[in-house]
């Protein structure tokens, strides 16, 4: 008997799942299995609309080698459905599986419903200068993103809860695991971003920014290109396609030109604010309201007056 | 001294794709063919690797009949010959099909030690293919690499992810994807875009490679695609003297009640 599948190795995501899961189950009658890396995250999905949670234990701790055993819980159902959880972990997991069950598969979907039988995706395509609809045949794997849902409501009723021991993968060995954190900084929590590009000449220079940013009580972020190439800024703090997806109050993008890979990535903000001194530069048509100027004058400027 | 194969994909410059704004449908008209951005990363890496360990690296691609095009760019980026499929199949090919595709070659190529692809593609971007070619190739697989090295029959690599750089180790085949920190592609120097024009290039027969039909069925079908329109106010300040657009925009500023 078919079925609708969710994993995720990061508890809230996990959890997140169940709210498309619960509206395909709608859709398709079928029961919901929470597959969980720990027994805590499994009891909880049980409770919050999984029929059955089923808590994969091993002796090996690396996320990417469960590919195999979740490939055998979603194989004994036929032509089933499975959301996975859209880390990297996740696609790595969810693109091994989608292989084999010979499946399609839809990368960050931002809406998930069932049309004439198939699954229907809406997800971005070049970097996000389109969007598109994706319709896969069943059996069917999707990747969701964090924070594309909220997590459902607690279930009227309870599902069960099972182990499966499982074993992992054994060519690779993983070695050390150093956790990057950002220092303290979130810049998906940021109610206001100050966003820097490649119109600043030198790193020092980038002082006028971050005055700013105090001015504003905004956090930094900047574009792949000073993160990357400059290595002005960390990598955290780098927003685009490959880098961190951004919704703030305020993104104020100072001297970067808006190119599609970078504005996928913060183009849900609430008003987009920006400097350049390139009328012609792509990040004005994308803007709320913007400044033509030299941002070695503007800044300064700015700053002071928002100080007062 | 390793072995290696890089992946990669012709696609078109998003850059010079434009929305038509009467019905938000695409333009790419105009657009210009590239070499997939992470997947010069990826042809980078092994060109990099090749040059300190000794080894080889030849290139893998599947595209439509432009795919030609990107031969010459390939070789002058350091692969010693490029395998190409060139069939229609590819226009509206799935990471399925893809993955169906590349995997038959490399098996009909032979053994490789490193199988190096980019973190995902520049167009479409599903970061599924070098997961499902492991997985169709029954080889372990390294996602997310931001550094790479080998020793003897030995794969390292630092995988970066949201939270943590992870370490691993593989003895044997690997593939593995590569992000587009892990290096700077180089800009081939005219010697070396003389020299891709003296190298090696070798079609390979979509029909050679004992696929079954529905291998080259995409089982994920893009439907509607339209432009991504954003709705913004773009008030725009351009007056000469910088202290007055300051002004203006405190003002708007403070109307959203962002100060």
């Known amino acids: 008997m078919p079925g609708i599948f969710t994993f995720s190795e990061d508890s809230a995501l996990a959890k997140q799942l169940l709210t498309p899961a619960l509206e395909l189950k709608k859709s398709l009658n079928q029961p919901i299995t929470a597959l969980a890396l720990s027994e805590t995250d499994a009891k909880e999905l049980a409770t919050l609309g999984a029929d059955k949670a089923v808590f994969l234990q091993s002796a090996d701790k690396w996320v990417d080698g469960f590919a195999e055993a979740i490939y055998a819980q979603v194989s004994k ?3 089933s459905i499975v959301l996975i959880g859209g880390t990297l972990r996740g ?12 499946a399609g598969m839809t990368t960050d979907a931002k809406t998930l419903k069932i049309d004439s039988g198939k699954l229907l995706a809406t997800r971005v395509l070049y970097a996000g200068l389109a969007l ?5 045949a069943l059996p069917a794997v999707a990747t969701i993103r964090a924070r594309t849902f909220l997590a459902p409501a607690a279930a009227t009723t309870a599902g069960t809860v099972e182990t499966v021991t499982v074993s992992g993968e054994s060519r690779i060995t993983v070695g050390e695991v150093t956790p990057t954190g950002t220092a303290g900084v979130n810049i998906n929590a940021a109610s206001k971003l100050v966003s ?3 119109g600043f000449r030198k790193k020092e220079d980038l002082k006028l920014a971050e005055d700013l940013a105090a001015a504003l009580k905004a956090e930094l972020a900047c574009t792949r290109g000073v993160a990357e190439d400059e290595h002005w800024l960390p990598i955290e703090r780098y927003i685009g396609i490959s880098g961190q997806t951004v919704k703030p109050d305020l993104y104020l993008a100072v001297g970067l030109s808006g190119q599609v890979q970078h504005m996928v990535g913060c183009r849900e903000s609430k008003v987009i604010v920006a400097i350049n001194n390139d009328e012609r530069a792509p990040i004005f048509e994308a803007a709320d309201y913007g400044i033509v100027g030299d941002l070695y004058e503007v800044l300064p400027l700015l700053t002071a007056a928002l100080g007062k | 001294m390793p072995k290696c194969l890089v992946c990669y994909k012709w696609t078109l410059d998003e850059q010079d794709i434009k929305i038509r704004p009467e019905d938000l449908s695409l333009d790419s008209s105009r657009a210009k063919g590239k070499i997939s951005d992470f997947d010069r990363n990826a042809i980078e890496e092994a060109a990099l690797l090749v040059e300190k360990n000794g080894g080889a690296v030849d290139a893998l691609t599947y595209g439509t009949a432009t795919v030609k095009q990107s031969l010459k760019d390939c070789l002058s980026r350091g692969p010693e010959e490029v395998y190409w499929i060139s069939d229609a199949s590819a226009e509206n090919a799935d990471a399925n099909v893809t993955a169906n595709v590349l995997a038959a070659a490399i098996r009909k190529l032979g053994q490789y030690d490193l199988i190096l692809c980019g973190e995902g593609s520049s167009d479409q971007f599903n970061q599924q293919t070098t997961s499902r070619i492991a997985a169709l190739l029954g080889l372990p ?3 997310f690499a ?6 003897g029959d030995t794969v390292k690599a630092t995988r970066k992810l949201e939270d943590c750089q992870e370490d691993v180790v593989v003895k044997g085949s690997v593939v593995i994807s590569v992000l587009s ?6 800009i081939p120097s005219m010697k070396q875009v003389l020299g891709a024009s003296k190298k090696p290039n070798e079609e390979i027969k979509i029909s050679d490679l004992g696929l079954k039909p529905e291998d080259l069925q995409p089982k994920a079908v893009r439907k509607s695609v339209k432009g991504f329109v954003m709705q913004r106010k773009n008030v725009i300040y351009k007056e000469t003297n910088a202290a007055d657009n300051v002004a203006k925009l405190k003002i708007s500023l403070a109307s959203e009640g962002l100060i």
């Open chain 1, 77 to 79: 159902a036929v032509g």
């Open chain 1, 91 to 102: 696609k790595t997991v969810a693109a091994y599986v989608a292989a084999k069950l010979n």
């Open chain 1, 132 to 136: 598109c609809d994706e319709e896969v």
């Open chain 1, 196 to 198: 820097v590009g490649r």
């Open chain 2, 141 to 143: 697989c390294v996602t």
């Open chain 2, 146 to 151: 931001s550094k790479l090295s080998v020793e």
């Open chain 2, 181 to 186: 920190e892990i290096n700077k592609p180089r």
